[in-house]
């Protein structure tokens, strides 16, 4: 038996622990746990002779499926920690034996690091410790990792007052970063980082880990922080590492110039390349290679592509292309109706399976709505305006100018152009769809959820009773966003609403005072109210009733849609 950690991929459940068919099993009295502090009784695997890193889970399927769950949740779970059988192992004698070497250890992980710590002292070895306790020997390494921790936050940790990710990434700090973040936890827990801010701030706003170098790690001449439980290394000084990288980014550019590519464009770190709206050109009729740079330092090189834009103007000038006659000569490997056979049988076995992922399902809808496909047609709401002042008056709105600004952060998030208005633009073409998809699957669920209201947001629709029941829902106040403009007294035209919002605003004697009066009139004493001016008292926000939230009318005879809209849809949400 050999005890390793195995990447949650590689595993499957064997036929023989399917307990209950293909329906996973009850997890939720051991998923806190998983979640909080991961698994710590190894699973008991064996190879699959058929596939090369592949594994049957013998023991601990319940696990396995917490684990999964998990990585759903957070976008990535780490390696799992497993009891790899050989040929000729009793599989029940095996669980049983780990089973009774885990009930030795104490769940407490500052007990476990007391423990290990012990017997380090003793002269015992990482893998004495780990065959012990029937443990991995990283596992082991990571118990004895809490040791650089100071006194205070150990015993803080032990009473479960800082969470677990806080503390892997403080095994991190140096012992004087440490006391900073410690003095912070004690005085201003409001501003104390933790979980995934904690590593940015502790490697100052950047943790940029070993794996990304392209170049080879004994030529970085600094400091490099070990990480235990990420099972890699960070690179202390962030600037030094970027130097090295755009370095060795120029050198492998050249590289590729000198094989023969047309143009190599390195892209600004954090610029994604949106694949969808490129297409796949080769070498030989003028591809180019984009090489992306992610914020955290990973490179990637997409090789062989070309705008939509400049294939088109490349495909008209050539004519059509080499690979296009060879597709349309290729004779077919199958019938028509053989085609649909596969075609219909594969479309069902994927669906099904996606029940069990709704994460995945999630990202796919979402590029379904932004690129299209043969059966999704969903448009971005125009907001077509009636004239050029209501457009400028929706333009300086502020609540408009907010979700611009959000839709640029997504915008770029996706590395879709600067001049692409919105994010939705359906255009059908399958290919684009499937590698937004792919772009999606990157994300993690905040993100994937940020591009998820604002496609949302995209594609609500202008006088739709969504708007009028989502108003009420969100209790969206309208007094923060909007004010009477010139555009809004303009509009005003009807005397007796004017007379209604007069007694609105400065009282029902005023209004009766002017109400023969002309409508300027009237609307010129609003204006005084809500400025203060001519000798009217200040009135404080204001808002017609058109604005409330739910809308309502002025008048009962009168037609006013956003009122009609929500009188519609009330009654579903328990309103009359």
């Known amino acids: 038996m050999e005890l390793r950690h195995i990447p949650i991929d590689e595993l499957r459940p064997a036929a023989i622990n399917m307990r209950h068919g293909k329906r996973p099993p009850d997890i939720d009295d051991i998923l806190p746990s998983i979640r909080a502090r991961g698994i710590l009784q190894p699973l008991l695997v064996r190879p699959v002779e058929t596939e090369a890193n592949a594994y049957e889970i013998v023991a601990g399927r319940r696990r396995y499926f917490s684990a999964k769950a998990v990585k759903e949740e957070q976008g990535e779970v780490e390696p799992l920690p497993c009891a790899v059988m050989e040929p000729g192992d009793d599989a029940a004698a095996l669980e049983a034996s780990l089973i009774e070497n885990i009930a030795r250890l104490d769940p407490d992980e500052m007990s476990q690091y007391e423990c290990f710590a012990r017997l380090t002292r003793e002269g015992k070895s990482v893998a004495d410790i780990a065959a012990t306790f029937g443990l991995t020997e990283l596992m082991v390494k990571r118990r004895l990792a809490l040791g650089t921790l100071i006194a205070p936050i150990r015993e803080a940790y032990r009473a479960e007052k800082i969470d677990a990710a806080s503390i892997r990434h403080l095994t991190l700090a140096s012992q004087a970063k440490q006391k900073e973040w410690w003095k912070l936890w004690k005085t201003d827990r409001s501003a104390c980082p933790t979980g995934h801010r904690l590593k940015q701030w502790l490697f100052g706003g950047q943790s940029i880990a070993t794996g990304a170098a392209l170049f080879p790690l004994d030529t970085y001449e600094g400091e490099v922080v070990a990480d235990l439980f990420g099972e890699e290394g960070y690179f202390a000084d962030p600037d030094l590492f970027w130097r090295k990288q755009g370095e060795a980014i120029a050198a492998k550019a050249d590289a590729l110039r000198e094989a023969g590519w047309s143009e190599v464009i390195v892209m600004e770190p954090g610029v994604r390349f949106p694949a969808w709206d490129y297409e796949k050109v080769s070498k030989k009729k003028g591809g180019k290679v984009y090489v992306e740079v992610s914020g955290r330092g990973e490179v990637g090189f997409h090789e062989g592509y070309l705008s939509r834009a400049e294939a088109r103007r490349k495909a008209r000038q050539e004519g059509a292309s080499d690979d296009a006659a060879e597709v349309r000569a290729a004779r077919p490997e199958v019938t028509k109706s053989m085609r649909n056979y596969i075609e219909l049988h594969r479309h069902a076995a994927v669906r099904a399976e996606l029940l069990d992922h709704p994460g995945i399902a999630l990202r796919l809808m979402l590029a379904h709505a932004i690129a299209g496909s043969a059966l999704w047609q969903v448009t971005p709401e125009p907001q077509k305006a009636a004239s050029d002042a209501i457009a400028k008056s929706l333009a300086a709105n502020v609540a408009e100018c907010a979700f611009r600004g959000w839709q640029a952060n997504i915008r770029a998030l996706l590395g879709l152009p600067e001049e692409r208005e919105n994010l939705t633009a359906p255009h059908g073409d399958d290919a684009a769809t499937v590698a937004l998809f792919a772009r ?70 005023v209004a009766d005072q002017n109400v023969a009066e002309k409508a300027s009139v009237q609307k010129q004493i609003i204006r005084d109210c809500l400025a203060g001016a001519n000798g009217r008292a200040k009135v404080g926000t204001w808002l017609p009733r058109w604005m409330h939230v739910p809308a309502r009318s002025y008048r009962e005879d009168g037609a006013f849609p956003p009122a009609e809209a929500w009188d519609r849809v009330a009654g579903y949400f328990g309103k009359t």
């Open 440 to 509: 999606l699957l990157m994300l993690n669920d905040e993100e994937i959820m940020n591009v998820l209201v604002t496609v949302m947001g995209e594609t609500l629709q202008v006088g739709s009773a969504a708007v009028e029941a989502l108003a009420v829902v969100l209790k969206r106040d309208m007094g923060p966003v909007w004010e009477p403009d010139e555009t809004f007294f303009e509009l005003l035209r009807d005397r007796g609403t004017i007379n209604a919002m007069l007694a609105d605003i400065a009282g029902k004697s």
